[in-house]
């Protein structure tokens, strides 16, 4: 089965295309051997026209790990799936400018998610139900590569630094928290990460940015979040992004320990669709993780 496992790197420094394999099926030791290694090498593989259901769908997430409890549902919630959708359970579309559509709005920021998180995620596996006719493209960017460009210089003025990353922060910014409480809010404390990590399963560094990142620890407040800003916006350019146009039944995988990801904007009377589940890091001791 392995044997018709074809990855095919995209023209970035990330990203694979993967055919000739059924997410439905329970995946077999080799087969996950295959994908795994594809994953570290590439960072992002996107497997086309895999149609899976919800309950396929988290039972591919858990074979790479515990995956994350949903952040928008209460304590003792063990909902691991996110309905990322702009529709409604009655079918309407949500207000443009609503408490939903703010909460979404914040993933249009370059990102890595669950950074705001003690233990931050492994993985993201996010399929697409319904998708818009034009825009709502998600784009990657390669954090190993955004490391390996810059200066001796930059590198060791970052080495060691320490990012202060903060959910009411990065959502604060977009207007976005309404649809938390407060009391969500506080499990949720600012917590603290290297800016430059080493990947613990391929030893490569990179940076560890985006927009939970909201200032150095140690370091004037303004100009270390000057700094973070400019890096990321140096980083997340070509050759080391790239943009995958969704249709309906594609499924994306990548490792937000090393890469960056937002979501394009698109038509807000159109309908979007999509599902993530976030595999919890490899930490032993994970709130989190169910
Ligand atoms: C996510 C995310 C962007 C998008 O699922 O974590 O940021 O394009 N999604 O929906
Ligand atoms: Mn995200």
């Known amino acids: 089965m392995t044997n018709c496992i074809r990855v095919e790197p995209m023209d970035a420094t990330l990203g694979a295309a993967v ?33 899976l259901d919800d309950e396929s769908h988290q039972a591919f997430s858990r074979r790479f790990g515990r995956l994350e409890r949903v952040i928008t549902r209460r304590e003792g919630s063990t909902v691991v799936i996110s309905n990322l959708s702009n529709v409604r359970e009655d079918g309407s579309l949500i207000e443009p400018d609503g408490r939903r559509a703010l909460f979404l709005k914040g993933n249009s920021y370059w990102h890595t998610d669950s950074s705001f998180k003690r233990v931050p995620a492994k993985a993201s596996i996010l399929s697409a139900r319904q998708v818009p006719t034009e825009g709502g493209e998600t784009e990657f960017a390669d954090m190993r590569a955004a490391w390996d460009r810059l200066e001796p210089e930059m590198q060791s003025r970052l080495e060691g630094t320490v990012a202060l990353h903060s959910y009411r922060y990065s959502q604060g910014k977009v ?7 407060e009391d969500d809010l506080d499990n949720l404390p600012p917590v603290e990460h290297p800016v430059v990590r080493t990947h613990p399963e391929t030893g490569r560094k990179n940076l560890y940015i985006g927009r939970h990142a909201s200032h150095i620890l140690g370091e004037d407040v303004a100009e270390s979040r000057e700094l973070l800003e ?29 890469v960056l990801h937002r979501g394009r904007p698109y038509p807000p009377d159109q309908p979007r669709q999509m599902r993530r589940t976030t595999v919890a890091g490899d930490q032993a001791d994970n709130e989190w993780a169910v």
Not at 27 to 46: K, M, P, T
Not at 175 to 181: A, H, T
Request: with cysteine.
């Open 175 to 181: 207007g976005g928290l309404d649809l938390l409480g």
């Open 19 to 51: 055919r000739g394999i059924d997410l439905r099926e329970p995946l077999g030791d080799e087969a996950f051997g295959a994908l795994h290694d594809a994953w570290l090498e590439h960072a992002v593989l996107v497997f086309p026209e895999q149609f």
């Open 230 to 258: 400019t890096l990321c916006d140096e980083a997340c350019r070509p050759p080391r992004t790239f943009s995958h146009r969704w249709k309906a039944g594609d499924l994306v995988m990548w490792d937000n320990r090393c």
